[in-house]
C-alpha cells in the first residue's frame, strides 16, 4: 500500500544471534492469576516399543542370515572343493578307488546329496530358529494391529 512506510518501525533480525522462544508464563489462559498450577497428566506410552524397532526384526534377520549362509557355504564349498581338486590335484582325481571307479567321479556323484544335505540344513534351521522368531512377531504385530483399531 500507499500508506505504509519504507522499512518497518523494529529492526531486522540478527542472523548470528540464535533465536531463544520467550519465557513460559507463569499461568495458564484458564487459571487465574495465584492459582497453583493443577496436576499434569501423565503421558500415556505403549507397554513396549512399536514393532518397526523391535529387537526380536534384528534378531530374526541375523538367524535367517547365519540360516543363508551356512546352507549356501555346505553346497558352495564342496563344489569349490571338487573344483579345486580337479584344478590343481589331478592325480587326486584321477586315482582309481573301489572297482576301478575313479575318486573325481565319486567325488561329483557325492555333490547331489551334498546340495540335498545343505536344504535339509536350511529346512532344519528354518524350522528350530527362524519359523519360531517369525511367528513371534506375526503375534506381536496382530496384537499391536488389534490394540491400534481398538484406539
Given at each position: 500500500m500507499a500508506?505504509?512506510?519504507p522499512h518497518p518501525s523494529y529492526p531486522p533480525p540478527d542472523p548470528t544471534h540464535p533465536w531463544q522462544p520467550p519465557p513460559p508464563h507463569s499461568t495458564r489462559s484458564w487459571q487465574l492469576p495465584g492459582q497453583p498450577p493443577g496436576p499434569v497428566p501423565p503421558e500415556r506410552r505403549p507397554e513396549r516399543e512399536p514393532l518397526g524397532h523391535h529387537s526380536d526384526l534384528r534378531v530374526l534377520r541375523s538367524a535367517y542370515r547365519w540360516q543363508r549362509r551356512t546352507a549356501t557355504l555346505t553346497a558352495l564349498g564342496y563344489f569349490t572343493l571338487f573344483l579345486v581338486l580337479s584344478a590343481y590335484a589331478p592325480g587326486v582325481m584321477t586315482r582309481?578307488?573301489?572297482?576301478?571307479?575313479p575318486a573325481g567321479l565319486?567325488?561329483?556323484?557325492?555333490?547331489?546329496?551334498v546340495t540335498w544335505l545343505a536344504i535339509a540344513l536350511y529346512e532344519h534351521t528354518a524350522r528350530r530358529y527362524v519359523d519360531p522368531?517369525?511367528?513371534?512377531?506375526?503375534?506381536?504385530?496382530e496384537l499391536d494391529a488389534r490394540r491400534g483399531a481398538a484406539r
Open positions: 500508506h505504509d512506510p582309481t578307488l573301489a572297482d576301478g571307479i565319486l567325488l561329483a556323484l557325492v555333490q547331489l546329496p522368531l517369525a511367528e513371534r512377531i506375526r503375534r506381536h504385530a
